[in-house]
């Protein structure tokens, strides 16, 4: 966490009163940090901010440089990684001045596919929402949830199964969608939690045995000590130094993944989906860009409640991307509704995870705008 790549996380979370003495432009700066915090797709960080500071607002924009080609064929994952960022800043706003205007702009599913085509820099980015800042409202008493922005972390680690969510925290996930843009499904019962955790053993073999999957993983799985600024070193997952460097190199075709690393791979995330005491999928009314949006809001919403109270949170992206499955996924839950964010969790089994660092990230200058896009 000392070393560069990490500096984002170490921005002072202001109290009213601090806040209230900042310019303008130093506050919107700063909800755009509060973005920058959030969880996104193999830690691609594809959110973008152009801060206009004389009409005080942001305009938030998807970097589709930034949508991975293979697992994310679609967009969707990256998309649902900008709806956490607006919901961070809607949380900030909530708690520093007030409720927030976020004006969600339509966008047409092929406005957000993978760019490919370098030569039409017009298409790179693309315009998704605008943050207004508004100063005469009065401020929410949702500080706990503000803080575990700042904490917040993505934890691939195994959960104690007997410790259960207590029911006031699931009502309160419950709340956190609207039951018709999104809605809260939760699996309990070990008849369905074997079931997806089979999806996710089967989904993380065809990654390993896939060529074109594992090389654009193994881009994104990195070594613990790496100094970049994007991907996901390997302690996120529990590996050792070791094993961190073997799983980058024999993903990206640089060697032979050992038998031992790619049965760990493979059954990592099956296990901590039939181990865990709180599987949570988000399902939506139509597979479109508005709602992915808010498939990532609320999540990011349950995300923060359930930090806020010491329960540790791991997301499962993959299967979601996967047609057959995603369509089983509806069979299972007993709805016609489309699944867009799967998620497990629970309390850390073991104490010395919590000692896992944060996703690195871009310095904050990376993800601005000097210009509005054309």
Same mark, same amino acid.
């Given at each position: 966490?000392?070393?560069?790549?990490? $500096?984002?996380?170490?921005?002072?979370?202001?109290?009213?009163?601090?806040?209230?003495?900042?310019?303008?432009?130093?506050?919107?700066?700063?909800?755009?940090?509060? #973005? @920058?915090?959030?969880?996104?797709? @193999?830690?691609?960080?594809?959110?973008?901010? /152009? !801060?206009? @500071?004389?009409?005080?607002?942001?305009?938030?924009?998807?970097? *589709?440089?930034?949508?991975?080609?293979?697992?994310?064929?679609?967009?969707?994952?990256?998309?649902?990684?900008? #709806?956490?960022?607006?919901?961070?800043?809607?949380?900030?706003?909530?708690?520093?001045?007030?409720?927030?205007?976020?004006?969600?702009?339509?966008?047409?599913?092929?406005?957000?596919?993978?760019?490919?085509?370098?030569?039409?820099?017009?298409?790179?980015?693309?315009?998704?929402? *605008?943050?207004?800042?508004?100063?005469?409202?009065?401020?929410?008493?949702?500080?706990?949830?503000?803080?575990?922005?700042?904490?917040?972390?993505?934890?691939?680690?195994?959960?104690?199964?007997?410790?259960?969510?207590?029911?006031?925290? %699931?009502?309160?996930? +419950?709340?956190?969608?609207? =039951?018709?843009?999104?809605?809260?499904?939760?699996?309990?019962?070990?008849?369905?939690?074997?079931? %997806?955790?089979?999806?996710?053993?089967?989904?993380?073999? /065809?990654?390993?045995?896939?060529?074109?999957?594992?090389? +654009?993983?193994?881009?994104?799985?990195?070594?613990?000590?790496?100094?970049?600024?994007?991907?996901?070193? =390997?302690?996120?997952?529990?590996?050792?130094?070791?094993?961190? !460097?073997? !799983?980058?190199?024999?993903?990206?075709?640089?060697?032979?993944?050992?038998?031992?690393?790619?049965?760990? /791979?493979?059954?990592?995330?099956?296990?901590?989906?039939?181990?865990?005491?709180?599987? =949570?999928?988000?399902? !939506?009314?139509?597979?479109?860009?508005?709602?992915? %949006? +808010?498939?990532?809001?609320?999540?990011?919403?349950?995300?923060? %409640?359930?930090?806020?109270?010491?329960?540790?949170?791991?997301? @499962?992206?993959?299967?979601?991307?996967?047609?057959?499955?995603? *369509?089983?996924?509806?069979?299972?839950?007993?709805?016609?509704?489309?699944?867009?964010?799967? /998620?497990?969790?629970?309390?850390? $089994?073991?104490?010395?995870?919590?000692?896992?660092?944060?996703?690195? *990230?871009?310095?904050?200058?990376?993800?601005?705008?000097?210009?509005?896009?054309?």
């Amino acid at each position: 966490m000392e070393k560069k790549n990490y $500096k984002p996380w170490h921005i002072t979370p202001y109290t009213r009163d601090q806040f209230a003495q900042l310019g303008i432009r130093e506050k919107l700066l700063f909800f755009c940090s509060l #973005g @920058h915090l959030a969880p996104n797709s @193999h830690n691609t960080q594809p959110w973008r901010f /152009f !801060i206009d @500071h004389e009409q005080s607002f942001i305009d938030i924009y998807t970097d *589709r440089n930034f949508v991975l080609p293979i697992s994310d064929v679609v967009g969707r994952q990256a998309v649902i990684s900008l #709806g956490c960022a607006i919901e961070n800043m809607a949380i900030g706003a909530s708690y520093l001045t007030g409720i927030p205007n976020i004006e969600t702009l339509y966008q047409k599913k092929k406005s957000v596919l993978p760019f490919i085509n370098q030569r039409d820099k017009s298409e790179r980015y693309v315009l998704m929402a *605008r943050f207004y800042y508004i100063t005469k409202t009065s401020p929410l008493p949702i500080e706990h949830l503000y803080k575990a922005i700042f904490s917040r972390k993505v934890m691939r680690a195994e959960f104690n199964p007997q410790l259960r969510l207590p029911p006031v925290t %699931i009502r309160k996930l +419950e709340a956190a969608t609207d =039951g018709k843009k999104t809605r809260l499904h939760i699996i309990t019962d070990p008849v369905r939690k074997f079931s %997806i955790s089979e999806f996710q053993g089967q989904a993380d073999g /065809f990654v390993i045995n896939s060529p074109r999957f594992s090389r +654009e993983l193994g881009k994104w799985l990195l070594q613990n000590d790496t100094d970049s600024p994007l991907g996901m070193p =390997g302690i996120g997952f529990g590996l050792m130094d070791d094993e961190a !460097i073997r !799983i980058h190199r024999g993903l990206s075709g640089e060697s032979s993944l050992q038998p031992e690393d790619n049965l760990k /791979f493979a059954l990592a995330g099956k296990f901590g989906i039939e181990k865990s005491p709180f599987i =949570g999928c988000i399902t !939506i009314p139509k597979d479109e860009v508005s709602y992915w %949006i +808010e498939a990532g809001r609320s999540f990011e919403h349950m995300f923060l %409640i359930m930090e806020s109270q010491g329960i540790s949170v791991a997301i @499962h992206a993959g299967i979601v991307e996967v047609p057959l499955v995603n *369509r089983l996924f509806g069979v299972l839950l007993g709805t016609l509704r489309k699944p867009a964010v799967l /998620f497990r969790a629970g309390i850390l $089994k073991n104490e010395k995870d919590k000692n896992r660092p944060h996703s690195p *990230r871009l310095p904050i200058e990376d993800v601005l705008l000097l210009k509005r896009p054309s």
